[in-house]
């Protein structure tokens, strides 16, 4: 069972949630399964996003992505869940969120994505930022870590490993991120819940 209220909780005291093991292990396996066998021509460089990416991307990062549909049911499951936080987030923490937004990223062996953030307050209206990690039997020589700074500062804050089933959850606008270079193949999915209100 997944616990909105300490994820509400949470996310008020600190601005950021990691959760292990946040869906049951089937669907995990289903969304890995299904992003792992895709043809590589599937996916786009991760410069050329869509019109409301608005995070400049060019040069700093190196993955590819694809977006989420909704077709398959491991994805609906997903979006589903997503779709419960949603509304959990607005219940609680009156948000206003009224979509979400995801895409698959595949890191192949070498990428990387430098230190960013995923909204800037006044240019986007993207609030609330998850990132769910598909990579079974991770280990600390492979890289790829998530690493979480402190707003305008080096302080590290968090070090995650891309490992099978951990979501994490943050606000946007406050938390600099990076992902280190990885070396083996690497897949998440980051998704984005969106505001309509007017900056
Ligand atoms: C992003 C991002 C982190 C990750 O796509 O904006 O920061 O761990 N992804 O995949
Ligand atoms: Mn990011």
């Known amino acids: 069972m997944i616990d909105y209220e300490n994820i509400t909780d949470t996310l008020t005291k600190d601005g950021i949630i990691i959760l292990p093991n946040f ?54 499951a997903y979006l589903a869940a997503m779709d419960e936080l949603r509304s959990q987030l607005n219940e609680k923490l009156f948000l206003g969120l009224f979509d979400y937004e995801a895409h698959y990223s595949h890191y192949k062996k070498d990428s990387y994505y430098q230190r960013h953030v995923d909204a800037f307050e006044g240019r986007s209206n993207r609030v609330v930022t998850t990132v769910f990690y598909l990579n079974n039997d991770w280990s600390n020589d492979d890289g790829g870590e998530l690493v979480i700074y402190q707003n305008n500062s080096n302080e590290m804050l ?10 994490v959850i943050f606000l946007s606008e406050n938390f600099p991120h990076e992902v280190l270079i990885t070396h083996r193949d690497r897949y998440s999915i980051a998704g984005w819940f969106r505001t309509d209100r007017p900056f």
């Open 23 to 76: 869906l049951d292990a089937k669907t995990t396996e289903s969304l890995y399964q299904y992003v792992s066998t895709l043809p590589a021509d599937q996916f786009d460089s991760a410069g050329i996003g869509r019109d409301n990416n608005f995070q400049i991307n060019h040069e700093i990062r190196n993955d590819v992505l694809l977006w989420l549909d909704g077709k398959e049911p491991c994805e609906q």
């Open 158 to 167: 968090h070090r995650i490993s891309p490992t099978f089933g951990t979501l």
